[in-house]
């Protein structure tokens, strides 16, 4: 067992209570090791264990757990088996726990709102009601542009509930990011809500799908219109009976398109099916943020970032009660701390960029004792934010469960695992079912030093395909390494078997030869004190090849002058050496940032370059761009 380095180690009251326990008895596994092994070499084994521990229930049973007959491509789960995610997360619990509370959304404006199980599953039927009034029948595509409220669980269940492929997007997107994936995933009806409040401000939620529908080229056939204001439902809906009726569709029935933004031309649409989609990420919440029934969890997300859906499934198919809230998580600044506060929160989810913004504006003043896990994923760590969250939000007491997947992995690849000491910023181990090697440029397996993330096999989560271009898929994933997913991710292994990423391969920096990821780089400034966030990218260099720019968010207080730089550039060099201290420190207000608040490097690289940045539909403040052409002009 590793001593050096461990940040947190687990009672064995938790061990032993811990759902990852459960499993493991149930299969024999000594350790998570051992049942790691089993769920990678043995399949046909450990997912029907899976399932059953977890009390999902299959209308018709599957002829085989999976079907590599057209290779590991196309892979399909539970072959045969029916199911419907909806009766799995929404009525089972309504018929087991009725009158307990579901799901919380709490309102910018101080509302609150909130449903019982029952509540939920006859508002979610309602909707299924009004969806097949419209002819919206299985395969069909139903769009979701909603907030981040109740309603948006309620939508998302009742596509499942007739068989609908949802498309999820983002609640913030311009017309034309709104437009190009109607038209690409061919939606037939949208669901949508009239506005919403982020930040203070009135969004015009159904203005701006009304704008995307304007120009053409889809083929929407109906909108339904959530009111924000009553927080209910038109006529169409709440006429219906509201008398569940879930149709028992093929496991490998689509049931998701999740869109992830491209560097160049239309987002790829990644899609998933009712039954790998369920079971995998089912698995996830379970057995890693070790949820349980009557938990209360939230996840600073939106609909458009997998992680919603991660929430809204896995968070109900635990039986735990789902806290929503509208608008931004640090607006007002303390905004999440009291939420955690008031609903008691047990399992927290946020991303790294987020508690960078977040560290710099002071510890918590809100009780967050109700937290025994904190789940983060989106970037790599840096030490010292990661240290902030472990002490001063989860007290010391809290795991932080840091995963890694992705829109296309479904659920993850990497994870903590709360039966096993953890190490500040590590993956832990690969997650159940992950059959993950770190690999050279020829494809062998590397130990000790950085390489490619791939997986060796197939899993049920996996997408299908990218949405209408099968070519597009292959050769994202899978023709690098034939017959091996290759992830883009950098990442390590120490040797204590603990997993580390280092950034996305396509954003690694080649200095002198050298490679390295932006993260280290960001780090080791984020550590001189002066810095609150920051993005390293790469720019052309005609000695060393490439060498480091660094775009710096500073710390409040801090004056970013010649002399704040040389501290920042010399922080750099004296934790990577000389030859990795940075060329150039361009300082910002702001850095561009998805709202799931990914920095978005491509673009600050490209802006940096006066380059085509590509698709920048999922940014939240495109206006930081403009910031940094406008600090580059003035330091030249």
């Known amino acids: 067992m590793p001593s050096d380095d461990v940040i947190w180690r687990p009672s064995p009251e938790l061990v032993e209570q811990a759902n990852v326990t459960r499993l493991a008895r149930r299969l024999d596994a000594g350790d998570y090791r051992a049942l790691h092994r ?38 399909r789960w539970f072959v045969g088996g029916r199911l419907n995610v909806a009766r799995v997360c929404v009525h089972r619990w309504a018929a087991e726990r009725p009158d307990e509370e579901a799901l919380v959304g709490l309102y910018e404006d101080g509302g609150r709102e909130s449903l019982t199980w029952s509540a939920f599953s006859r508002e979610t039927a309602r909707v299924a009601g009004a969806l097949r009034e419209l002819g919206v029948g299985e395969g069909d595509r139903v769009a979701i542009f909603m907030p981040m409220c109740p309603a948006v669980a309620v939508a998302s269940h009742a596509c499942a509930e007739v068989g609908a492929v949802q498309v999820p997007i983002f609640s913030g997107f311009a017309a034309p990011a709104i ?15 009239d506005w919403s409040l982020r930040r203070g401000r009135r969004v015009e939620m159904r203005a701006t799908l009304e704008e995307a529908l304007a120009g053409g080229g889809h083929a929407v056939e109906h909108v339904v219109t959530w009111e924000r204001e009553r927080r209910a439902w038109p006529e169409l809906v709440t006429r219906q009976p509201g008398e569940p009726a879930p149709v028992e569709v093929d496991s490998e029935a689509p049931y998701l398109i999740a869109y992830t933004s491209g560097t160049t031309g239309r987002p790829k649409g990644a899609l998933h099916v009712q039954g790998g989609f369920l079971v995998s990420i089912a698995r996830e919440v379970a057995y890693q943020t070790d949820v ?50 008031s609903e008691r929160v047990t399992m927290l989810g946020l991303s790294p960029t ?39 939000v989860g007290g010391g007491r809290a795991p932080i469960v840091n995963v890694s997947g992705g829109t296309e992995v479904a659920a993850c690849f990497l994870t903590t695992v709360i039966t096993e000491p953890v190490k500040p910023v590590a993956l832990g181990f690969p997650a159940l079912g992950m059959d993950l090697d770190v690999v050279d440029a020829e494809g062998r397996p590397v130990r000790g030093e950085v390489g490619e993330l791939v997986c060796r096999r197939p899993w049920p989560g996996m997408t299908r395909g990218i949405w209408g271009d099968e070519e597009r898929y292959l050769d994202t994933y899978w023709r690098r390494f034939p017959g091996i997913w290759t992830h883009g991710d950098w990442a390590s292994v120490d040797a204590d078997g603990y997993w580390f990423l280092h950034g996305r391969s396509d954003d690694t920096l080649n200095i002198a030869g050298k490679r390295i990821g932006p993260a280290e780089i960001e780090s080791a400034a984020i550590g001189s004190g002066c810095v609150a966030e920051a993005a390293a990218v790469g720019i052309p260099h005609e000695v060393k090849g490439e060498v480091a720019w660094l775009f710096c968010v500073p710390r409040p207080g801090t004056e970013p002058d010649e002399a704040t730089s040389a501290a920042v550039s010399e922080a750099v060099a004296s934790e990577l050496g000389k030859a990795f201290a940075p060329a150039r420190i361009v300082w910002v207000r702001a850095l561009p940032k998805t709202r799931s608040a990914k920095i978005v490097r491509r673009a600050v690289r490209a802006r940096a370059l006066g380059s085509d940045p590509g698709d920048l539909s999922s940014l939240e403040n495109p206006e930081a761009l403009e910031e940094i052409a406008r600090a580059l002009a003035r330091a030249r």
């Open 292 to 341: 349980k029934p009557g938990d209360r969890i939230h996840f600073a997300t939106d609909m458009g970032w997998i992680m919603g859906p991660w929430t809204v499934v896995g968070g109900c198919a635990a039986g735990a009660t789902i806290v929503f809230a509208e608008g931004a998580p640090d607006w007002p600044h303390d905004r999440l701390w009291r939420l955690v506060e």
């Open 38 to 75: 089993i769920s990678v070499e043995e399949p046909e084994r450990f997912w029907p264990a899976v399932v059953e521990d977890l009390g999902i229930a299959f209308s018709r049973p599957w002829d085989a757990v999976v079907d590599l007959s057209r290779g590991p491509e196309w892979a």
């Open 179 to 193: 437009a190009s994936r109607l038209q690409d995933s061919g939606a037939k009806v949208v669901l949508c809500a």
């Open 354 to 392: 987020l508690v960078r913004a977040l560290a710099p504006q002071g510890d918590p003043q809100a009780d967050l004792s109700s937290l025994r896990a904190i789940c983060t994923t989106g970037e790599p760590w840096n030490p010292d934010p990661y240290r902030w969250l472990h002490e001063r």
